[in-house]
């Protein structure tokens, strides 16, 4: 991940978190990963196309806790780092506002 990249990755969570402190140990130390993850996304089917390439992958960093290792994902298409588009399908969960 570029350094500009992932001080708008920093920028972007930083404005969103709620609480700094591991919801597992309740330190604060974490670090971020600079690669770039890929969760691979199915279509309504349930079925995997591992050569959908950019719409059949969710691009995440990984958010790390460096004391007890709890791990969190951030979607670079939502921290704006991530340009492409990509297909998904907004829906309201129980118990959120
Ligand atoms: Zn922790």
Do not use: Y
């Given at each position: 991940m570029k350094a500009d990249d992932l001080e708008a990755l920093l920028a972007f969570v930083e404005s969103k978190q709620?609480?700094?402190?591991?919801?597992?140990?309740?330190?604060?130390h974490w670090s971020v990963t600079g690669p770039v993850h890929a969760l691979v996304a199915g279509d309504d089917g349930g079925r995997i196309d591992f050569a959908a390439g950019a719409y059949g992958a969710l691009p995440l960093a990984a958010i790390i806790?460096?004391?007890?290792?709890y791990t969190e994902f951030v979607s670079l298409v939502v921290a704006g780092v991530e340009k492409r588009p990509q297909a998904t399908r907004p829906i309201r969960r129980r118990g959120t506002r």
């Open positions: 709620k609480t700094v402190d591991c919801p597992r140990c309740h330190t604060n806790c460096t004391t007890c290792g």
